[in-house]
């Protein structure tokens, strides 16, 4: 079944159009993806292995979850709804901002940092996208990322998500320095 897409502008704003998976983006088109980080107490994130028959990325270690948000979905609900899928874990987002949000050359990234206790022997794995899954630091990560055996994600972002994954924004919260 083609999965369809809701186009956005440049100021993340709906078209009112939508496009297929996989069609050609008319110039200035846009669409939304989402990723969710999930972390333990332990500051370790949960990572997944992709299918070795997936097309891109095949056996490759990856964030928590993530995909394209689907024609109509919200952003949280897009991220409720693949970390669901894939790993069969269930969160209300709603109301929930995203952490981040990485524009790339088709669109906008959403990046949700969740911290949550999940026992991996209760996850369902969804058999056409993910392997396997496992906890990992963001040192871990890197060495992965250097291995070739996690998707090439830029390491500085790995560290970033880590440093970032208990606040929203990209600064510090020590109170004691704040001049405002």
């Known amino acids: ?43 370790k994130m949960l990572i997944q292995q992709r299918q070795s028959f997936k097309d891109s990325w095949p056996n ?25 899928e894939e790993l069969g874990i269930r969160l209300d987002l709603e109301g929930v901002r995203p952490q981040l949000t ?37 040192d871990e990560i890197e060495v992965m990322i250097e291995d070739d055996t996690f998707i090439p994600y830029y390491p500085s972002l790995i560290r970033l998500l880590f440093d970032i994954r208990r606040q929203y924004g990209c600064r510090r919260t020590d109170r004691s320095r704040e001049i405002w």
Request: hydrophobic share 40%.
């Open 102 to 138: 990485i524009n790339f050359e088709r669109g906008f990234n959403d990046v949700y940092l969740i911290e949550k206790e999940i026992d991996l022997d209760q996850l369902t794995l969804q058999y056409e996208e993910v392997r396997d899954a496992k906890w990992a630091t963001a």
């Open 1 to 43: 079944m083609a999965e369809p897409w809701d186009i956005y502008d440049a100021e993340r704003m709906k078209t009112g159009r939508t496009m297929t998976r996989g069609s050609e983006f008319k110039e200035g088109d846009l669409h939304l993806v989402v990723h969710v980080c999930v972390f333990n107490r332990e500051g």
């Open 60 to 84: 490759r270690w990856d964030l928590t979850a993530g995909g394209s948000a689907t024609a109509g979905d919200s952003s949280q609900a897009a991220a409720a709804r693949e970390l669901e």
